[in-house]
C-alpha cells in the first residue's frame, strides 16, 4: 500500500505526474515495437501444435490483469468454464498457464517435473532475500534447493514430526483454553489472532526450540506478524509490480522498492532471524535449526541460506495453519450437527481409552478425518499454492508451454468442478469417510485416488503437510471434546454466522472475511479440564 500511498500524494499534485506519465507512454511504445520485432524473429513453432486457449480481452502490457476482480481465482474459474481445463492467461507482460484438472496437473507438475518445478522470478524473495539461489520456497530448481529441500525434510518427514506430539498437543490445549476465556470474557472471540499466535508457537518451538508466547499482545508476536505481512507484502503483485510490468520499473527507483527490500531485509528481518538462530543453538531444547546446523556443511548451506530457509519455514508454515482452521472453525459455527457427531465421536474415543486422542489415533476418528479434508476441499487456505516455472518447452498433447511460462493449478477451480467432486459447491461432511488415509499420503498418491489438491503437486510438494495435518487434528478434536462452536448475537438476539462466502484474497493465502464466534463449554464434556 506504500507505493500506492505514494502515488496517491503524486495524484493530488498532477503537474508532477507529467513526467511519469510521458515516460510510461514513451517506454510501453518503444517495448511494444521491440517486442513485436523480437517476437517474430525468435518464436519457436512445432508442428501440429495447438494455441493453448485464451480468454478475450486481453488488453496490451496489462494482460488480463484489469478483468480479474479482488479474487482472480473466481474469474478463472469462469474462464476454466468456458474455455475447458488448460488456459493462458496474460497477466502483465507473464504468460501463466493454469490448469484445472487433476489428470494433467499430474502430467505437467508431477510427470514432467524435471521442467516444471522451477519458480518464477521474484526481486524479494530472489533477488534481495534469498540472493545468490538461496533459501527453498523461492528458490528455482537447483542444487541449492534440493539440499535445502532435503534438510527441511529432515525434520518435517511424519516420522520426525512425531517427535513433536507433546509441543502440538500442549499448544492446541493453550489455544483452546484461550479462545474460551476470551468467550467468556467478552462473549465472543474473533479466533483468527489467537489461532495464528498458536500456529507461529509451534514453529517457534520446532524450528527453533523457543518458548511460546503467551498472547496476541506480545511485542516480539507482533514483531513477527509484521515481519510475515511485509515479506508477504513485498512478494504480491502490488509489492512487485515490475516483475509482472516491467516497462514499469523505472517506478521502483522513484518508489525505491528496492532499497525498501534491502533496509527490511538487511535491517529487520535478518537480524531478527540471527538473533533466533543464536537463541536456538544456545537452548537444550531439538530443533530444526539444531538439526540444519549439523548438516550444513554436508548440505552446502551457508549462514545466509540458513537465515532465509529458517524465515520461510516461518512464513510457509504458520499462515497457511492458522487459515485452515479459521475456515474449520467458521464452517462448523454454521453446522451444529457435524459438531455434534464430531463430539460424540471423540467422547466415544475417550470413553473407551480414557485419554484425549492425538494424531497416531487418527484411523479411530474417521469422521473427524472426512469433516477436516471437507473443510480443505470446501474452503481451501490457498487458491495458486506457489507458482511453477517451466525451465524448458513442455509438451503436453498438442500442446506446447514454452520455456520460462509460469504454470499454476487454481486449486478454486479444481475444488468447484463437479467431475473430481459430486455437487462441489455443496459442503458433505462425510464426503470422504471412505478414506482415511493421510493428507500426506493421499497427496502423493495415485492421482486417480487422491482427495487432496491444497499441497501441490511432485517435486514441490508442501514439505509441512504432516505438520499441518498434526496441528489441525490437535485443535479440532480438542475442540470439539470441550466446547462447541456458536454464532454471536446481535443486540436483539438475532445469530451472526460467519461469512463463507466473502474471502479476503491476499494473494498467497485466502482466508475468511474477519468474525467473531462463541466457544462455549459443553456442559455434556466426558473430559474435565
Ligand atoms: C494447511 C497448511 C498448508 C498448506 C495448504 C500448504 C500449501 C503449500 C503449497 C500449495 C505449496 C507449493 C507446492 C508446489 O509448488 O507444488 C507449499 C510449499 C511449501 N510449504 Fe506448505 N502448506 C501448508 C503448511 C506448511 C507447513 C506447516 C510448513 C512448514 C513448517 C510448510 C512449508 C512449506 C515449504 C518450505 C514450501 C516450499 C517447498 C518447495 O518449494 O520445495 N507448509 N505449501
Not at 524473429?41 to 496490451?60: H, L, Q, R
Not at 486422542?357 to 472426512?370: G, V
Request: proline share 5%; charged share 25%.
Amino acid at each position: 500500500m506504500d507505493y500506492y500511498t505514494e502515488f496517491l500524494k503524486k495524484v493530488e499534485k498532477p503537474e508532477r505526474l507529467i513526467p511519469i506519465v510521458s515516460a510510461v507512454l514513451a517506454t510501453t511504445l518503444t517495448a511494444y515495437y521491440v517486442k513485436r520485432i523480437m517476437s517474430s524473429s525468435k518464436k519457436v513453432t512445432y508442428n501440429g501444435a495447438e494455441e493453448i486457449p485464451v480468454p478475450d480481452g486481453a488488453m496490451y502490457y496489462l494482460g488480463h490483469i484489469p478483468q480479474m476482480g479482488s479474487v482472480p481465482a473466481q474469474k478463472i474459474t469462469e474462464w476454466h468454464k468456458e474455455l475447458g481445463p488448460i488456459l493462458k492467461v496474460k497477466m502483465g507482460v507473464q504468460d501463466w498457464v493454469f490448469i484445472s484438472d487433476p489428470m494433467i496437473a499430474q502430467e505437467i507438475m508431477a510427470t514432467q517435473g524435471a521442467i516444471t518445478s522451477g519458480r518464477p522470478y521474484l526481486t524479494f524473495g530472489n533477488g534481495i532475500s534469498g540472493k545468490g539461489d538461496r533459501g527453498i520456497v523461492f528458490a528455482d530448481y537447483s542444487r541449492n534447493w534440493k539440499n535445502a529441500r532435503t534438510a527441511v525434510l529432515s525434520i518435517l518427514a511424519p516420522k520426525s514430526v512425531a517427535g513433536f506430539d507433546t509441543i502440538l498437543q500442549k499448544e492446541a490445549e493453550n489455544s483452546i483454553n484461550q479462545l474460551m476465556e476470551q468467550t467468556k470474557l467478552h462473549g465472543e472471540v474473533y479466533p483468527l489472532s489467537f489461532i495464528r499466535l498458536s500456529s507461529i508457537n509451534i514453529i517457534l518451538a520446532t524450528a527453533f526450540g523457543l518458548p511460546g508466547l503467551s498472547s496476541p499482545e506480545d511485542p516480539f508476536y507482533k514483531e513477527l506478524v509484521n515481519m510475515i505481512e511485509t515479506g508477504l507484502k513485498f512478494t504480491s503483485i502490488v509489492g512487485d509490480f515490475s516483475a509482472y510490468f516491467p516497462v514499469l520499473s523505472f517506478l521502483d527507483v522513484i518508489f525505491r522498492k528496492e532499497r525498501k527490500m534491502t533496509d527490511f531485509v538487511e535491517n529487520v528481518s535478518h537480524p531478527m532471524f540471527r538473533r533466533m538462530i543464536k537463541q536456538a543453538l544456545e537452548s537444550d531444547q531439538d530443533s530444526l535449526v539444531k538439526k540444519m546446523h549439523l548438516i550444513m556443511e554436508e548440505y552446502e548451506i551457508d549462514e545466509r541460506n540458513l537465515v532465509v530457509i529458517m524465515s520461510e519455514v516461518l512464513v510457509a508454515g504458520s499462515d497457511t495453519v492458522a487459515i485452515s482452521a479459521s475456515w474449520t472453525y467458521a464452517i462448523l459455527c454454521h453446522y451444529p450437527e457435524v459438531q455434534k457427531n464430531l463430539a460424540d465421536e471423540v467422547d466415544a474415543f475417550i470413553n473407551k481409552h480414557k485419554r484425549i486422542p492425538t494424531f497416531e489415533d487418527r484411523l479411530e476418528l474417521p469422521y473427524y478425518i472426512s469433516v477436516q479434508k471437507e473443510c480443505l476441499r470446501y474452503r481451501p487456505p490457498v487458491y495458486f499454492g506457489v507458482p511453477r516455472k517451466a525451465s524448458k518447452d513442455v509438451v503436453y498433447k498438442n500442446y506446447i508451454i514454452p520455456e520460462g511460462t509460469v504454470i499454476v493449478t487454481n486449486i478454486h477451480t479444481l475444488h468447484n468442478d463437479s467431475k473430481t467432486f459430486h455437487d462441489a459447491d455443496k459442503f458433505i461432511p462425510d464426503r470422504f469417510i471412505q478414506d482415511t488415509r493421510s493428507m500426506y499420503a493421499s497427496s502423493n498418491g495415485n492421482v486417480q485416488n487422491r482427495d487432496q489438491f491444497v499441497f501441490g503437486w511432485g517435486r514441490r510438494i508442501c514439505p509441512g503437510i504432516t505438520l499441518a495435518e498434526n496441528e489441525l487434528f490437535n485443535s479440532v478434536t480438542r475442540v470439539m471434546a470441550r466446547c462447541r462452536i456458536e454464532p454471536t448475537l446481535s443486540e436483539n438476539g438475532d445469530k451472526i454466522y460467519p461469512n463463507l462466502v466473502d474471502v479476503n484474497d491476499a494473494g498467497s493465502t485466502v482466508s475468511p472475511l474477519p468474525f467473531k464466534v462463541r466457544f462455549v463449554e459443553r456442559e455434556d464434556r466426558v473430559i474435565l479440564a
